[in-house]
């Protein structure tokens, strides 16, 4: 019997996979690249054909709940330490034992003819099925282009499978295993398969990089600015394309994520003129014909580390800089935006970077993060994304003595003061609060409100807020999109439930919005709490979603120490036509970044960004101070006397 099922087995894979060869389908790799031999008694499929299929893999992502606390400790979104207790998110490995992907489901054969018969029409392929002779029927023309296979037992759509760039070539991970990287707008949007990576892959990884640091620190420094500005023109000239693509990818209104390209194009062209300064200091010595300076030289190879919410910005504040400097990059991007770092990739091995010099490992953060942090080959680790998490990437880099820079979390405030321009104010707070479905480091999640004008002010903000329309970003008439994914999602509402729980009123949103199309993505309704103490939990965590607090205060000292009554110190800002009011809270606001007059979010690429306290470490990106983070001092003595001199003795 098992013999006779595999027999029949094959037949059915094997004309599935020539049909949609001949109709110019995509294949998945493992039924275009293997051939089905016979199942053993166990009912285990063995496979017979090359070591590795051609793709990333074959093994779709399955995602099983269950009760207990999500560990994650080197996950490379913004998840912070959660209030509540939520599902873990396992991966059940199926591929040992269908190494086809899963499991076909009763009646596929039956399925797979049905289909096959609605898509034949009369027309001859040459060679027949299997390239052997005879006739072979192709789907009649439809008027749109198919670009993907359908599987014989789902009927899904499968995805194109991308790969890892390791040493300048496009490999799979070593485990053959994938993730799906999948439209938070709709679920059913499968945008790829993308290989999910272990400490074999980083391995490969870290080794091709070193082998191209020892290449790339030789080249001098303004030719490997010229290729980071070439980058930045490529990225300029598919500038549209890239945004819609973001929109797809992770949900941010299109006008939001053409600036996120923007910002790339920016600090291409800003780096690239690094290239032609990297300063360093001359100094005069103190003894006679000696002569002394301090120059930067590259650190090593650099792990880039980043989250999801900015997939193109914040990989450019990293990499660049990097490259400039002489760096070689083994670039880590979050599991959830796969896409747009194979983009970026793709952009520099075009502009000219050399194999070796710039690696993508996709893949989860407590598997190939981990094991990036963690590698001994390893000189830097640039990381953006929650505190705790940095925390732990902290721990680890101080162990190893290794560099670290971290970009981590932030409880941004915007003050309104009784003498401000109230509907600018409104605008900042709603652009600030619901900019990017508020999944930004620096989104305005609390206004503190002077008291005389606290109540014009929160009537009209929450009128703003509920005329914000949800929907795709890809949308004109959207005004915030989806969250980034239902673990996202849950998290969002559950702080909703802690504020309620602590005492807050909820005067609009507070659940996620689930009719019609909208119930296809992650959507929460813009919410807005009022009669929030500062010693709340949503005053003071980070929620990182569509969430704004509204506080009273009673004097600007007041508002300021509100303000400050969180452990993180990212970004701040003011409204108030009162320069004595503005200059005391610039001075006394405990943040990286304070804004005047303007929300919590415009950053711009030539100055320095990042925050204090649990926010950071100290290290900026963004402006000139990136360089400080990317390179090392060395300093140089030129005795030139022709005898000895001793410092401090010979004075």
């Given at each position: 019997?098992?013999?006779?099922l595999?027999r029949?087995?094959?037949?059915?894979?094997?004309?599935?996979?020539?049909?949609a060869?001949?109709?110019?389908?995509?294949v998945?790799?493992?039924?275009?690249?293997?051939r089905?031999?016979?199942?053993d008694?166990?009912?285990?499929?063995?496979?017979?054909?090359?070591?590795r299929?051609?793709?990333?893999?074959?093994?779709r992502?399955?995602?099983?709940?269950?009760?207990?606390?999500?560990?994650?400790?080197?996950?490379?979104?913004?998840?912070?330490?959660l209030p509540?207790?939520?599902?873990?998110?396992?991966?059940?490995?199926?591929?040992?034992?269908?190494?086809?992907?899963d499991?076909p489901?009763?009646g596929?054969?039956?399925?797979?003819?049905?289909?096959?018969?609605?898509?034949?029409g009369s027309?001859?392929?040459?060679?027949g099925?299997?390239g052997?002779?005879g006739?072979?029927?192709?789907?009649?023309?439809t008027?749109?282009?198919?670009t993907?296979a359908?599987?014989?037992?789902?009927?899904k759509?499968?995805?194109?499978?991308?790969?890892?760039?390791?040493?300048?070539?496009?490999?799979?991970?070593?485990?053959?295993?994938?993730?799906?990287?999948?439209?938070?707008?709709?679920?059913?949007?499968?945008?790829g398969?993308?290989p999910?990576?272990?400490?074999?892959?980083?391995?490969?990884?870290?080794?091709?990089a070193?082998?191209?640091?020892?290449r790339?620190?030789?080249v001098?420094?303004?030719?490997?600015?010229?290729?980071?500005?070439?980058?930045?023109q490529i990225?300029?000239?598919?500038?549209?394309?890239?945004?819609?693509l973001?929109?797809?990818?992770?949900?941010?209104?299109?006008?939001?994520?053409?600036g996120?390209?923007?910002?790339g194009?920016?600090?291409?062209?800003?780096?690239?003129?690094?290239?032609r300064?990297?300063?360093?200091?001359?100094?005069?010595?103190?003894?006679?014909?000696?002569?002394?300076?301090?120059i930067?030289?590259?650190?090593g190879?650099?792990a880039?580390i980043?989250?999801?919410?900015?997939?193109?910005?914040?990989?450019?504040?990293?990499?660049?800089?990097?490259?400039?400097?002489?760096?070689?990059?083994?670039f880590?991007?979050?599991?959830?935006?796969?896409?747009?770092?194979?983009?970026?990739?793709e952009?520099?091995?075009?502009?000219?970077?050399?194999?070796?010099?710039?690696?993508?490992?996709?893949?989860?953060?407590e598997?190939?993060?981990a094991?990036l942090?963690?590698?001994?080959?390893?000189?830097?680790v640039?990381?953006?994304?929650?505190?705790?998490?940095?925390?732990?990437?902290?721990?680890?880099?101080?162990?190893?003595?290794?560099?670290?820079?971290?970009?981590m979390?932030g409880?941004?405030?915007i003050?309104?003061?009784d003498?401000?321009?109230?509907?600018?104010?409104?605008?900042?707070?709603?652009?600030?609060?619901?900019?990017?479905?508020?999944?930004?480091?620096?989104?305005?999640?609390?206004?503190?409100?002077?008291e005389?004008?606290?109540?014009?002010?929160?009537?009209?903000?929450?009128?703003?807020?509920?005329?914000?329309r949800?929907?795709?970003?890809?949308e004109?008439?959207?005004?915030?999109g989806?969250?980034?994914?239902?673990?996202?999602l849950?998290?969002?509402h559950?702080?909703?439930?802690?504020g309620?729980?602590?005492?807050?009123?909820v005067?609009?949103?507070?659940?996620?919005?689930?009719e019609?199309?909208?119930?296809?993505?992650f959507?929460?309704?813009?919410?807005?709490?009022?009669?929030?103490?500062?010693?709340?939990r949503i005053?003071?965590?980070?929620?990182?979603?569509?969430?704004?607090?509204?506080?009273?205060a009673?004097?600007?000292?007041?508002?300021i120490?509100i303000?400050?009554?969180?452990?993180?110190?990212?970004?701040?800002?003011?409204?108030?036509?009162?320069?004595?009011?503005?200059?005391?809270?610039?001075?006394?606001?405990?943040?990286?970044?304070?804004?005047?007059?303007?929300?919590?979010?415009?950053?711009?690429?030539q100055?320095p960004?990042?925050?204090?306290?649990?926010?950071?470490?100290g290290?900026?990106e963004?402006?000139w101070?990136?360089?400080d983070?990317m390179?090392?001092?060395?300093?140089?003595?030129i005795?030139y006397?022709?005898?000895?001199q001793?410092?401090?003795i010979?004075?």
């Amino acid at each position: 019997m098992w013999s006779t099922l595999g027999r029949v087995s094959a037949r059915a894979l094997n004309l599935l996979s020539r049909v949609a060869a001949a109709t110019g389908d995509a294949v998945p790799a493992t039924t275009r690249d293997r051939r089905f031999v016979t199942p053993d008694v166990t009912g285990d499929a063995t496979w017979e054909g090359p070591e590795r299929p051609i793709g990333a893999g074959d093994r779709r992502r399955h995602d099983v709940v269950s009760g207990g606390q999500r560990l994650d400790p080197f996950a490379s979104d913004r998840d912070t330490a959660l209030p509540f207790r939520e599902p873990v998110r396992r991966v059940e490995d199926t591929r040992a034992r269908f190494p086809g992907g899963d499991p076909p489901r009763p009646g596929w054969r039956r399925r797979w003819r049905r289909t096959r018969r609605s898509r034949c029409g009369s027309v001859r392929a040459p060679g027949g099925i299997g390239g052997r002779g005879g006739s072979r029927r192709r789907a009649a023309p439809t008027g749109r282009r198919r670009t993907r296979a359908r599987s014989a037992w789902e009927g899904k759509t499968m995805a194109h499978v991308y790969q890892n760039y390791v040493g300048g070539e496009w490999i799979a991970a070593a485990s053959g295993r994938t993730f799906d990287d999948v439209n938070p707008a709709d679920r059913g949007d499968v945008l790829g398969g993308f290989p999910r990576s272990e400490s074999t892959d980083v391995d490969r990884a870290v080794q091709a990089a070193q082998e191209g640091f020892a290449r790339w620190r030789r080249v001098p420094a303004p030719r490997r600015a010229e290729v980071v500005l070439r980058a930045g023109q490529i990225l300029r000239q598919r500038k549209e394309e890239l945004g819609r693509l973001m929109t797809r990818e992770m949900g941010k209104v299109l006008a939001e994520a053409l600036g996120d390209v923007q910002e790339g194009i920016d600090t291409a062209e800003y780096m690239a003129g690094e290239g032609r300064r990297l300063f360093g200091v001359q100094a005069p010595c103190e003894l006679p014909q000696k002569f002394g300076v301090a120059i930067r030289v590259p650190v090593g190879v650099v792990a880039a580390i980043t989250p999801w919410n900015f997939p193109l910005a914040i990989p450019t504040w990293k990499i660049l800089p990097a490259l400039v400097c002489g760096n070689a990059v083994v670039f880590k991007p979050a599991e959830d935006t796969p896409l747009l770092a194979t983009r970026l990739v793709e952009i520099l091995a075009e502009a000219g970077l050399p194999g070796g010099v710039l690696n993508l490992v996709q893949g989860l953060g407590e598997e190939a993060g981990a094991a990036l942090v963690r590698h001994p080959g390893v000189n830097l680790v640039s990381f953006t994304g929650s505190t705790e998490v940095g925390r732990r990437v902290a721990t680890v880099c101080a162990q190893e003595g290794k560099k670290v820079s971290l970009e981590m979390g932030g409880k941004n405030a915007i003050l309104v003061m009784d003498d401000a321009q109230l509907d600018l104010a409104v605008d900042g707070a709603v652009w600030g609060g619901f900019g990017t479905s508020g999944q930004r480091c620096t989104a305005a999640s609390r206004v503190i409100v002077h008291e005389a004008v606290a109540g014009a002010f929160t009537d009209r903000f929450v009128e703003r807020v509920r005329r914000l329309r949800l929907g795709p970003g890809l949308e004109p008439t959207t005004d915030v999109g989806p969250l980034i994914n239902a673990r996202q999602l849950e998290r969002v509402h559950q702080y909703t439930e802690v504020g309620r729980r602590e005492g807050a009123r909820v005067l609009t949103g507070g659940e996620p919005a689930t009719e019609g199309a909208l119930a296809r993505g992650f959507f929460y309704r813009p919410t807005v709490f009022v009669e929030v103490e500062p010693k709340m939990r949503i005053a003071r965590e980070e929620i990182f979603g569509p969430s704004v607090a509204v506080l009273r205060a009673r004097s600007l000292e007041e508002a300021i120490e509100i303000a400050n009554a969180t452990p993180y110190g990212l970004s701040s800002a003011i409204y108030t036509r009162d320069i004595d009011r503005a200059f005391r809270a610039i001075e006394a606001l405990a943040t990286g970044i304070t804004y005047v007059n303007a929300s919590t979010i415009g950053a711009e690429v030539q100055f320095p960004f990042g925050g204090v306290r649990q926010t950071g470490n100290g290290h900026r990106e963004g402006g000139w101070t990136a360089l400080d983070i990317m390179t090392e001092w060395k300093t140089v003595y030129i005795d030139y006397s022709g005898r000895l001199q001793r410092a401090q003795i010979d004075v």
